[in-house]
Each structure stands twice: as C-alpha cells, then as structure tokens.
C-alpha cells in the first residue's frame, strides 16, 4: 500500500505546481484604488492556462532581438516597499516623453501607473507592483481590441533594450517575454493584456544601476546589466491559494526572512541609486526649490531640464515643471505637488512645488518663502481633488496674504483621509521612545490615504493600504491592520 500513497503524493505535487506561474498582473494603482481595472486585472493565484484562447493574433515578438537580451530575474520580497523606485520613474517618464503620442494618457498617472502595495490575489507572494518596480503602460483599445499600430511600437523597443534598462519581463497582447527563458510565449491568463502593457525591473534597473540610466544609448549596445547589488538574485515565491494572510506571531507580520536582510527596505536609504553611476546633480535642488534664473536649476528630471518660475511680483522664483495632477518625488527632498498655476498669477497649466515637509523646515529652511494652501491642478490626469501646503515667495509686491513666517503643519490631515485626526506620516519617518512593534494608523504624504504601520528600529515602516479597521489597529497588531 505504501507506493499507493507515494504515487499520490506526486499526482498532487505535480498538480499544484503546474499552477506556479510568474505574476500574472498588471493594472494597478499610483494613488487611487478605485481605478476601473483594479478588480478585473488581478492573478488570483489559481488561474490555469485556458488552451481554448486563440494565439493566431497577438504581439508577435523580434526573436532575433531578445535572443540577445542578458537580464537577470529578481523575484519578489515579503513586504511592500515605500512607493516607485527611482528606476521604475524615470523609465515611466521617458516613455511618456518618447511615446506620449501611443499612450492613453486619460488613465491616471498620465498612462503609467507604477506602485501598488497588495499581494498577489489568493497567494502569499507580493505583486512586483508592491516594490515598486513594475509599470503598466496603457495603450488607447480600438474597437475593444489591442492597438498594436501603438502598442507595438513601445513593446518592441523595450524588448530591444531589455538589457540596457533592465527588463525581467513584459506582457502585452496575449504574448509574455521574460529573461529566465529569454523567449516569447502566448499569454493564455484571463486577461489578455490588450490595454497595457505590463512590464518588470529586476532590482539592477530598479535602482538606476544600468547603462541606459548612466549613459548607455538605447537601441545600440547589447551590454548585460550589472548585477544587482542590494538584493541576491532569488525566484518569486510560489503561490499559496490558501491563505493570504502573514504570520502575526510576536506582531511582526513583515519580518524579513534572513536572505532578506540586505534587501533594499531594510535599510530607508538603500533605494537612493549609486550616486557614483548616476549624473551629478547639486544636492540642494529639486523641483519646488528656490532659484533666481534658470541657471540656478542644475538639474535635469527625466532629460528635462527645469524652469525658474517666478510668481508675479516676486524676485524670486522655483525650480519647476508643467505637470498634470503628480510630480515625480525624490529620496531626501521634499515631496513634491502638481499646483494649480493660477493661483500664483500665472497661466492656467500645473507646476510642480515643493510641499511644506521636514526637508525644508515646513519651508522655513528657504530665506524669503513660506507656506501657501493651493489646489491640486488635475488637468488630464484623472488625480484626486486635493489642496494642500507648499513652499512660495512670500514678498510679491503685497499680494501675498503670507506674512513670511510659516507655521508647522498641523498634525491632522485636513481632510485628505477619512479620518481627519490621523497623523500625517511616511515610510522611514522617526519613532524614537515608541515601544517596538507598535501599530497605528496614518494618513500617507505619499499615496493620499489612510495606510497601516508598525514601529521597528526607529522608524514607522508602511504596512499597507486602506486598513480595515484603524479603531484595532492601534498598539498591538489586530487584523484590523489588513487592508480591506
């Protein structure tokens, strides 16, 4: 009777491993859960192939070209990380620069859509989109079907420097690339990818440590990204439909394995790129900063170089950007907000300022500025109706109602979360004399809602988003720290 069972047990093993698959994904969130694709786009962890679906029309895919692509795979960690990663960024703008004549920019995000902190659905394992460094590109459908007059053109340049970048994987039109069998296959997961395309970073790319961040030219040199350095090389974790929740022993549900231990969340600052592969920039600028020509912005944000942009009736002005409804933000500097322009007596565009942050002293650290309430400017964007604090010339010829000197923020969060009296807080932020492993929630800076957090080494760490219940989540971890 013994080999009975023993054959039984491969019949099984084999079963449940012909559902291990690689992140099915893809259309996520940058800051609102209520994106139209949220709920039909998800791998829920038990999909299986459907042979009935017909491959005769899809993306077909250069061999020759990814043939010659050398990325390694990265798979996914234990725990969301705190939002894009700088590589994943500057990818998404340089593809809406190249390519914003084939991307539907109605979608929120202006088409690309980067982080998502959740797991794969009826899986333990964390979608790529919960560190930040996958991105949905979204092509216009004609006809409720893929455009690959549009689609085409960017899948087929990312396949072509997938080394240059560091792409794992890409997914577009019922056909799926990655760089552990470095070929193309039909895609026959539900859904069939015909709006977007997905595609991943391995953690080289992530971080801006390969030859298209530093100087490489696409589309010419095939050279093998480096290997990534913050995080071993590993596969993704296989699915486990069971259950999805983490181990809540000791309230410590993201304690990192020990192969972990390196990883880039361990560490506030290991997201930041290897200043010695990156283009040097003055450390004091960032867009919102103050300036008094254009010189004094010696920086470049995606290849742009920013504008100084005086308000009328001021001498001095900000380092900025035209935007619609986001801004991209950077490790160590203010976070940044796309403002209505009218507001400082400018044309109807958006302008990207730096919010009132601990980074420039709720703007007291910038001699001659100080803390404005202005409006989100939405444009196309699709972004969430907002207003908040952030950092102009005081002195415009008296039409300042500000006074030049900047109050502190106030703790609430004026409206942005539900609940108004949550703190307004991020990742990596300080919790000096709270107890280990203590909970709460807050209102996130970053993502516009309310999120889960527990204090470990000396900083709140960001669990998730949209906690069930934050009357239980306070002190000890409670499921109320789940998301809903």
């Known amino acids: 009777m013994n080999w009975i069972y023993r054959l039984v047990i491969i019949v099984v093993f084999f079963g449940c491993a012909s559902d291990w698959q690689l992140e099915d994904t893809a259309t996520d969130l940058l800051s609102d859960p209520t994106h139209p694709h949220w709920t039909h786009d ?27 692509q050398r990325v390694s795979f990265n798979g996914v960690g234990d725990r969301c990380l705190d939002g894009p990663q700088d590589g994943a960024r500057t990818l998404g703008d340089s593809i809406r620069t190249r390519f914003g004549q084939h991307i539907n920019q109605r979608i929120l995000g202006r088409g690309v859509q980067i982080f998502n902190c959740r797991k794969v659905q009826g899986s333990r394992s964390l979608s790529i989109h919960a560190e930040g460094r996958a991105l949905d590109i979204f092509i216009p459908t004609r006809g409720g079907k893929a455009d690959n007059s549009k689609g085409d053109v960017i899948a087929n340049w990312l396949i072509k420097n997938a080394s240059q970048i560091g792409i794992q994987q890409i997914i577009w039109d019922r056909t799926i690339w990655n760089s552990r069998e470095n070929q193309a296959s039909c895609y026959k997961k539900r859904h069939p990818h015909h709006d977007h395309i997905h595609l991943e970073l391995n953690w080289a790319g992530a971080q801006k440590q390969t030859p298209f961040f530093y100087g490489g030219h696409d589309n010419q040199s095939r050279i093998p990204a480096p290997a990534p350095q913050a995080r071993p090389d590993e596969p993704a974790p296989n699915p486990d439909p069971v259950d999805d929740r983490p181990p809540v022993s000791g309230a410590q549900p993201s304690q990192p394995a020990a192969s972990d231990s390196n990883g880039p969340d361990s560490n506030p600052d290991a997201n930041e790129p290897d200043p010695s592969r990156q283009p040097q920039m003055d450390a004091a600028d960032w867009l919102g900063s103050p300036c008094l020509a254009d010189s004094d912005c010696g920086f470049t944000v995606s290849g742009l170089t920013p504008s100084c942009v005086k308000p009328i009736g001021s001498q001095l002005g900000m380092c900025t950007l035209s935007c619609d409804g986001l801004c991209p933000d950077r490790n160590g500097f203010p976070m940044t907000f796309c403002t209505e322009a009218t507001d400082l007596g400018l044309p109807g565009i958006g302008l990207c300022l730096a919010q009132a942050d601990t980074e420039n002293g709720q703007c007291n650290d910038w001699i001659g500025f100080a803390i404005e309430s202005h409006q989100r400017f939405i444009g196309q964007s699709q972004a969430n109706a907002r207003t908040t604090g952030v950092c102009v010339p005081y002195d415009r010829d008296g039409s300042n109602a500000g006074d030049g000197h900047s109050e502190p923020a106030l703790d609430d969060n004026n409206g942005m979360c539900a609940e108004p009296a949550l703190p307004m807080t991020r990742h990596g932020e300080s919790c000096d004399g709270v107890i280990e492993n203590t909970w709460r929630c807050g209102c996130s800076r970053r993502f516009e809602t309310t999120i889960s957090q527990f204090c470990r080494e000396g900083i709140w760490q960001t669990y998730d988003l949209n906690p069930r219940d934050c009357s239980r989540c306070s002190g000890d971890y409670s499921s109320g720290c789940e998301p809903r």
Not at 42 to 68: F, M, P
């Open 42 to 68: 998800l791998d829920d962890g038990t999909q299986k192939n459907n042979n009935s679906i017909d491959c005769s029309s899809r993306w077909i895919v250069d061999e020759h070209a990814a043939r010659a």
